[in-house]
Nanobody
């Protein structure tokens, strides 16, 4: 019922920036905690960032803190991930996830997922 669609991935050089977008439909977006996760080839899916239902509270993985910013626009049912100073180790498929209520940092806590968007970072 809840549909999550990411976009904005692409190929960039180290040091560049990208903005990922995630549009949620089929539910009450302002009631959802949202998260971004990523998965590189051969690796486990890892937490990147999370944001509370109205955007007051944000959480980040240590690996991206200070470089990435999560935000949301509840009028547009959209969550964003601003990625600055990208590194080759950031290269992965990025997934947007939604859950009703408080945001979480564990993937299994989320109930609705997007299809992923690929981010390639060349050194």
């Amino acid at each position: 019922q809840v549909h999550v669609v990411e976009s904005g991935g692409g190929s960039v050089q180290a040091g560049d920036s990208l903005i990922l977008s995630c549009v949620v439909s089929g539910g009450t977006f302002r009631s959802y905690g949202m998260g971004w996760f990523r998965q590189a080839p051969g690796k486990q899916r890892e937490f990147v960032a999370a944001i509370s239902s109205i955007g007051v509270r944000k959480q980040y993985a240590d690996s991206v803190k200070g470089r990435f910013t999560i935000s949301r626009d509840n009028a547009k049912n959209t969550v964003f991930l601003q990625m600055n100073s990208l590194k080759p180790e950031d290269m992965a498929v990025y997934y947007c996830a939604a859950r009703y209520g408080t945001e979480r940092t564990t993937a299994d806590d989320y109930t609705d997922w997007g299809q992923g968007t690929q981010v390639v970072v060349s050194s």
